[in-house]
């Protein structure tokens, strides 16, 4: 922990934010040498034989290997958050009101400083609790200081020398309240400055009872612990982007090695994609010969690009995630729950301008208000008892009265009850899957996602027709999809690469590939 000149700054918590860290693209995957690949031959309705990459067989793990598994996977998990969430840091913990947790750990603390208070009133003072104390106080001080031999550390060690302390408190001699001010300057000289205001009220009280200010000294030390743990992350954040990309395939391969099953849902979830190809692919025509009536085997790029889009709309309750995406699962959840709820304002509007017409085109201000407006009534779509009839019914009753407004205010005539009617019904019809409204706007929200990962040149801005109400909404999760979606292909670029050549060509070939098959996409750089 650096001492007053080199006291860290507070972090400040934020929302997730994806890693800035540059893509490698799908070269990074591993080159069609590396491995011998056989074929699998795809029926022409888009079908395939079941198949998974290869591997060991399964064996017994032994206690010790699955306790190592856990900790890479635990290292894998902190390494990659600290890396794509800039924001990230810990607090100390907080455990919620009434709890047993939070009983059971209050009582044990009242229970000791309720004795530290007996012994240090009884008549000879009994300084064994606070000997105690003041022993894990020093080792929480030195636990602070940057490792090696200085002059604080030095100075700590003098004036909290157990040994003589233990000799005053036998001889009725211990200074106590003299040593909890040391004690606090000491804070002061190492804490961060966030921390300054609290020292302060820590001089301040040295008059209060002496308990309640080891209580309070207690507290502030472990407020300098987590400042220290979130200083050295942010130093670590530095280095872990450099390394990063071969530290989590490192750790991942690991988990492979003692697992071989942990790429079983990764694998399903990319011969989703193949199979979805397949079955929107035109057959072969070829009118005679082994390939007649197959169909042409997607390339590997498209068959990840398509994965990778499926996860904004990821049903969690049905099926797991892939294994590589485990660590970014909140990431995944929360922009596949803002996605959905930009959509449905976007659907709103839509059946707004298209069913009023002329009266409110061109005014950005009502526009402004209704957009407001509708994102409020629909805000927390996705929590539980969250009733979307009632909520689009609200919506509707909210835009009729603004609309009015304004088309009086205009001197235009306020809308008929039966035009109101309809457009009420067409709002809360978007519930409906096989809306038209909805379904031309979750395409085209497809279509824009699908180019921001196919062309790195795409810009974020650059909206389909129709989309144009949301497109800052759009621009800002298109921009943190793609950093997650970069960073994860870097990473895991080689596992993708031979997942796709085991579907692809374990067994005789039905059709020749196309140019940018597997064998030349995933050569490394």
Not at 146 to 164: A, K, S, Y
């Amino acid at each position: 922990m650096p001492l007053n000149d080199e006291r860290p700054s507070s972090t400040s918590s934020g929302e997730d934010q994806g890693s800035d860290v540059e893509s490698e693209h799908c070269s990074s995957m591993t080159s069609s040498s590396d491995t011998e690949c056989s074929r699998e031959s795809f029926t022409s309705d888009g079908s395939s034989k079941p198949c998974t990459p290869s591997s060991s067989p399964p064996k017994s793990l032994t206690l010790d290997e699955v306790m190592e598994a856990e900790r890479d996977l635990s290292n894998l998990s902190l390494t990659h958050e600290i890396t794509v969430n800039p924001n990230f840091h810990l607090e100390p913990d907080s455990l919620p009101q009434n709890s047993l947790w939070k009983m059971v750990r209050d009582n044990l603390h009242k229970a000791f400083w309720d004795i530290l208070e007996s012994e240090l009133d009884d008549d000879p003072p009994e300084y064994g609790q606070a000997i105690k104390l003041l022993e894990d106080i020093r080792e929480s001080l030195l636990s602070l200081l940057n490792p090696g031999p200085n002059r604080m550390r030095t100075q700590i060690m003098e004036v909290l020398d157990m040994e003589l302390i233990r000799q005053q408190a036998d001889n009725d001699a211990l200074d106590i309240q003299g040593l909890a001010s040391y004690i606090i300057t000491t804070m002061g000289k190492m804490c961060s400055p966030v921390r300054d205001v609290e020292i302060k009220k820590l001089h301040e009280s040295t008059h209060n009872n002496i308990v309640t200010l080891f209580r309070e000294i207690f507290r502030v030390l472990d407020l300098m612990k987590i400042d220290l743990v979130n200083f050295n992350i942010q130093n670590l954040r530095v280095v872990l982007k450099k390394h990063s990309v071969e530290y989590e395939r490192e750790k991942f391969q690991n988990i492979l090695d003692k697992e071989p099953s942990a790429l079983d849902h990764t694998t399903l979830w990319i011969k989703s994609a193949v199979q979805e190809l397949l079955s929107s692919s035109e057959p072969t025509e070829q009118t005679q010969g082994p390939g007649k009536g197959q169909r042409v085997l997607p390339g590997p790029f498209q068959i990840l690009h398509t994965a990778f889009l499926s996860l904004l709309t990821w049903e969690f309750d049905k099926r797991p995630l892939p294994e590589t995406w485990m660590t970014d699962e909140m990431r995944v959840r929360e922009l596949g729950r803002q996605l959905e709820q930009t959509q449905a304002l976007n659907e709103v509007l839509l059946i707004v301008y298209s069913t009023v017409g002329g009266p409110i085109q061109g005014l950005s201000a009502l526009s402004d208000r209704l957009k407001r407006m509708t994102s409020v009534l629909l805000d927390g779509m996705h929590r539980p008892g969250f009733n979307p009839q009632e909520a689009l019914e609200g919506v509707s009753a909210q835009i009729c009265c603004e609309l009015n407004k304004s088309l009086t205010e205009r001197n235009y005539p306020a809308l008929s009850p039966a035009l109101q009617a309809t457009l009420t019904g067409q709002i809360c019809s978007i519930t409906q899957k096989d809306n038209p409204i909805r379904t031309l706007v979750e395409d085209r929200v497809q279509q824009y996602f699908m180019g921001l990962i196919c062309d790195p040149k795409a810009t974020l801005e650059q909206v389909p027709a129709g989309l144009t109400a949301i497109k800052p909404e759009l621009a800002t999760l298109g921009e943190r999809f793609v950093s997650l979606v970069n960073y994860n292909k870097s990473v895991y670029g080689p596992f993708y690469g031979n997942i796709i050549k085991t579907l692809l060509f374990s067994s005789p070939p039905v059709a020749n590939p196309p140019q940018d098959s597997a064998q030349h996409a995933v050569a490394p750089n």
